[in-house]
């Protein structure tokens, strides 16, 4: 028997967003956030996107991309995540995080992009095997389209460094 398909599913469903002030704790001796602080934050928001999108918590982190920092966030400042599904496969999904660095004490300036990444969650079952039952993902806008475009080349590119595509 043919499996029914799965009804495709706008970014908009998953679209998740969370924000903290830094706090010393998080920040090395410059008073700068630890990159290593904010990787966890971009796993922990993307995997909320992957969970809610495919309306199951059993997902894993396959992959992040390189992440480049390209303007320190401090202590005192507030750090901004917004993460978005673009790209559905059989069992995984790319969302992509933004961040961006705030400062309350300096209206005057715009909140300001820290760094983005590309991440890769797969839907597992109870042994950890990927389950081809992602739901699609709705292309509604030119952004949505592009964005998955690019996507298609980008899961070659981690594939073929992977050693899974030649
Ligand atoms: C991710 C994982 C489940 C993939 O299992 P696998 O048996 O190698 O899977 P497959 O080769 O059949 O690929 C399954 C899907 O994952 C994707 N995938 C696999 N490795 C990937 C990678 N490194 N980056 C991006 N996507 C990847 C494939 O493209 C495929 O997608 P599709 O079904 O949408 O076409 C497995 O490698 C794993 O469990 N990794 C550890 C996950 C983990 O514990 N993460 C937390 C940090 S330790």
Same mark, same amino acid.
């Given at each position: 028997m043919t499996p029914t398909p799965l009804k495709p599913k706008s970014w908009r469903?998953?679209? +998740? ?11 090395? %001796? %410059?008073? +700068? ?29 396959a992959s992040m991309d390189r992440v480049n920092f390209y303007q320190p966030v ?7 995540l917004q993460a978005r599904l673009t790209y559905t496969g059989r069992s995984s ?26 991440? +890769? ?19 509604? +806008? ?12 980008? $899961?070659?590119? $981690? ?8």
């Open positions: 469903d998953s679209y +998740t967003e969370y924000k903290e002030i830094v706090a010393p704790p998080h920040c090395n %001796h %410059h008073g +700068t956030v630890f990159g290593g602080h904010i990787l966890a934050l971009i796993d922990k928001v993307a995997g909320v996107v992957a969970m809610e999108h495919c309306g199951s918590p059993s997902v894993v982190t401090k202590q005192g400042q507030i750090l901004h999904m790319e969302i992509l995080v933004r961040v961006y660095g705030k400062d309350l004490k300096d209206p005057d300036r715009k909140p300001w992009l820290t760094c983005e990444a590309f991440t +890769t969650f797969v839907l597992v079952d109870a042994e950890g095997r990927p389950v081809r039952a992602v739901p699609p993902l709705l292309l509604e +806008t030119e952004e949505d389209r592009r964005l998955y475009e690019e996507a298609l080349a980008r $899961r070659q590119a $981690r594939l073929r460094e992977r050693g899974t595509v030649s």
